[in-house]
């Protein structure tokens, strides 16, 4: 029965496989954590194109032009929706809200030290992590040549 006993113990001493089934463990915390970093560069990107969107847009609106040739406020929204759109990296709907505005209330940049205002809104929606969104921001205000 003696012999019986020393070969069960054996067994259970025996240590093959359990360096797999480590690597298992950690494998997967450390593809968890690779997708977690690419997913937040992303989202850094984005809010970085989002802020050069805004910006783009405010210096259309503002810079100086020839006599009788106006910027309106639709026109900085599309300068800001064409920059987001080929600039942003999405999946799903990519929706993003651009709003401009001068301060005076007037339509164009008319009023010499008048302050156009654009706001970029976008919500990403992430990659690999289960977070559903994260609204980015951008607000710009510069001011009339």
Do not use: W
């Amino acid at each position: 029965m003696a012999p019986l006993r020393v070969s069960i113990y054996k067994k259970l001493r025996d240590q093959k496989g359990a360096t797999t089934v480590e690597f298992a463990f950690v494998a997967i915390l450390f593809v968890f954590l690779f997708l977690g970093i690419i997913d937040f560069g992303l989202l850094l990107y984005n809010q970085q194109v989002i802020t050069n969107a805004g910006r783009e847009g405010a210096r259309y609106g503002v810079v100086a032009r020839p006599e009788g040739y106006k910027i309106n406020a639709a026109a900085v929204e599309a300068k800001v929706n064409s920059f987001a759109s080929s600039h942003l990296v999405y999946h799903g709907t990519g929706d993003f809200l651009a709003d401009a505005y001068f301060d005076s209330g007037l339509e164009y940049c008319e009023k010499f030290r008048d302050r156009l205002t654009v706001n970029v809104k976008y919500e990403y929606s992430f990659f690999f992590l289960p977070i559903d969104v994260a609204p980015l921001e951008s607000n710009t205000v510069m001011i009339c040549e």
